[in-house]
């Protein structure tokens, strides 16, 4: 690895966090033989680490200290106090089963799924390099290409504490450098031009809290010397909320549930290794988006109505004006007949809503094979927060995505849930699933509304998908960047990640983050006059 040391005379910019949007910016800002850039990242190099590589070796990171944050956040109140982890496939008859199923439920694929615009069902390529078949990622495609660049510095296992924040003779502040740790020794390095935040939407509110900047109440509780005076940093948390149901499938169906046996195993694995074939290719998913069918009929258009009157209205007067206008777009989606609320997923192994650590929710504890239906809400109406636990940065912060305080969330995702065993006992799906099988939760009652809420409250996961709490948005509107990402009163700092999207995209967030950290890029070359 090609300059993997600090050095004393500075860089022109300092990347904190090597993860997707930290090393797109450190290939496109070192094109320029001049920039100097700095990429400081708290994990370890595992480019050539197999269970990286291996797309259907995924769950095997979950809830490992070496690979895995492993945040959990508060208790949720409207989950009865549970904990929810937030962790920082292959084509089977399931997926090529899955377009037809709804082409059946008149819900066939509309238009091109990349175009945003479409319904129905599809399955897609997931993150995988068509090449080799190993798992395709920041690393392996912006970093490793360009890492023998003299000008561009990686530096692991360095954990930043702290952005270096000066006062300027105009009052205002100048980011300087940053303070972090690496092999045990904390060190100090200067940023000629600026300090970039790639660390996500939880990680970047946290150092910006730690370094001075945020709610001064939450900075005096931790001991923190505020500042700047910033109460929107952390708030605006936006995660979606996620459960599903186990169907058992027939007897000769294969799933990655088979995984179980330590000679399929053995098998899955001489496959892979000699010709990149079989379960750990695990590359394709299956997806489909779909209006919520019950308020489709003339008398569910007037129960939506009366539903959206009676919550959106009692908003109190002192709503933020950003949450107002999310809470107008979200209800026009709601009243469209062709635009989905949900994510509908479909897994072939078996899931489990009901546990809270990542590792048992993907773990294969029964003896049948199953097929998993996932739901997720696309945009949900509850708005969470982050927040500094200490003013160490070792201490993880308080994370409180607020799961279901909205009546609308559960009123959504619950009649969803009633909608998959229509799903189910679709053909050509209905011939899949074993008849008179189980059913996991073995308890699950989707029958009425109120039955489909309370599982869904029973039953919530993370859609991993935080982000939201360092909004692109105007200061009157919560936000703490401008529309260049610049930190607003803070010479020299941007954050760029998830955690400036003011509000949550309806498909996964992945695209997204590559999408604005190549624009961010282009954005810091014009204002610094870099070719």
């Not at 690895?1 to 860089?11: E, I, K, L």
């Not at 495609?141 to 530096?155: D, F």
């Not at 946290?206 to 001075?212: R, V």
């Not at 936006?238 to 179980?260: N, S, Y």
């Amino acid at each position: 690895m090609a300059g993997n040391t600090a050095d004393d005379g500075g860089f022109d910019f300092i990347i904190v966090g090597g993860g997707t949007s930290g090393l797109v910016l450190a290939n496109r800002l070192t094109e320029h033989p001049h920039n100097s850039v700095l990429v400081l990242g708290a994990g370890t190099d595992r480019l050539e680490d197999p269970k990286i590589t291996t797309p259907g070796l995924l769950t095997q990171l979950y809830d490992e200290p070496q690979y895995d944050w492993s945040f959990d956040t508060v208790p949720q109140v409207n989950l009865y106090g549970k904990r929810v982890s937030h962790s920082r496939e292959f084509y089977s008859p399931l997926d090529k089963a899955w377009p037809e199923i709804f082409k059946n439920l008149k819900f066939p694929l509309t238009s091109d799924p990349l175009s945003g615009e479409s319904s129905g069902g599809f399955s897609y390529l997931s993150t995988v390099s068509p090449g080799n078949w190993e798992r395709s990622h920041a690393g392996s495609a912006y970093y490793t290409p360009v890492a023998e660049r003299l000008n561009l510095h990686l530096l692991t296992e360095s954990l930043v504490e702290r952005i270096i924040l000066e006062k300027q003779l105009s009052g205002a502040f100048a980011a300087k450098g940053v303070s972090f740790v690496h092999n045990g020794v904390q060190q100090f390095q200067t940023a000629k031009k600026e300090v970039i935040l790639c660390t996500g939407a939880f990680e970047s509110p946290q150092l910006l809290e730690i370094s001075g900047i945020g709610h001064p109440i939450i900075l005096h509780n931790h001991n923190v010397e505020v500042l700047l005076d910033n109460p929107y940093i952390g708030e605006n948390l936006q995660d979606r909320p996620m459960t599903g149901i186990l169907f058992e499938v027939i007897d000769d169906l294969a799933t990655i549930d088979m995984v179980r046996d330590p000679q399929v195993v053995k098998r899955v694995q001489e496959a892979y290794q000699s010709s990149r074939q079989g379960p750990l290719t695990s590359s394709f998913h299956t997806i489909a988006s779909l209006p919520i069918v019950e308020f489709l009929s003339k008398e569910g258009r007037l129960e939506l109505q009366s539903l959206l009157d009676r919550y959106i209205g009692l908003r109190s007067p002192s709503t933020e004006l950003s949450i107002e206008k999310q809470h107008a777009l979200l209800r026009s989606v709601l009243e469209s007949s062709s635009e989905s609320s949900a994510i509908i997923d479909m897994g072939a192994s078996q899931m489990h809503f009901d546990q809270a650590l990542q590792k048992d929710i993907y773990a294969i504890t029964e003896q049948e094979n199953y097929m998993s239906f996932l739901v997720a809400l696309a945009q949900p109406f509850s708005r969470g927060s982050v927040h500094v636990r200490s003013k160490s940065i070792s201490d993880p912060p308080d994370i409180d995505p607020c799961y279901l305080p909205e009546p609308l969330d559960l009123e959504i995702l619950a009649r969803y849930m009633k909608y998959i065993p229509t799903i189910a006992a679709t053909e050509p799906l209905a011939f899949l699933i074993k008849n008179g099988g189980r059913h996991l939760p073995d308890s699950t009652n989707l029958e009425t509304l109120d039955s489909a809420k309370e599982y869904c409250k029973r039953n919530i996961i993370t859609n991993n998908h935080p982000c939201g709490t360092c909004a692109v948005l105007p200061i009157d509107q919560g936000g703490l960047v401008d529309a260049r990402l610049k930190v607003r009163d803070v010479d020299g700092l941007r954050v760029i990640d998830a955690s400036i999207f003011p509000m949550i995209p309806r498909g996964n967030i992945q695209s997204s983050v590559y999408a604005v950290a190549e624009r961010a890029a282009d954005l810091i070359k014009e204002d610094w006059g870099i070719a």
